[in-house]
């Protein structure tokens, strides 16, 4: 059976992929200016990131990795396996701003989901 995938699961693939196309392009014109013989100090790298739009891009993944946080908090709240965890989940959604590995376990949890939660 095919996965279904959430608005919100899908709008985080989507930025993702997005982010990482535009880091790529970023890394390529690094790479061109070195093989150039150009030094790539902070201005050639601000100038790069302004220019691929890096940092929208960042923002743009950040919006959807939240959205995807936030859907999952609703997601599995019946779930048999969150009820009765459910300190163990609460202590993890704490820390999801703050600690990087708790936003990520929480981020892979989400992708892991098939639910029909739009």
């Known amino acids: 059976m095919k996965k279904k995938h959430s608005k919100a699961q899908i709008d985080y693939l989507a930025a993702k992929e997005h982010f990482l196309q535009i880091s790529a392009q970023a890394d390529k014109r690094i790479t061109a200016l070195r093989e150039e013989g150009k030094e790539v100090g902070q201005a050639e790298m601000e100038e790069i990131i302004e ?63 098939n639910l029909e939660l739009v």
């Open 51 to 113: 220019r691929v739009g890096l940092h929208r891009a960042f923002n743009e993944l950040t919006h959807a990795e939240n959205v995807l946080i936030n859907w999952t908090q609703t997601a599995i709240k019946s779930e048999p396996e969150f009820i009765q965890n459910r300190s163990t989940f609460e202590a993890l959604y704490e820390r999801v701003k703050t600690d990087v590995e708790a936003r990520g376990a929480i981020l892979n949890l989400a992708m892991r989901l």
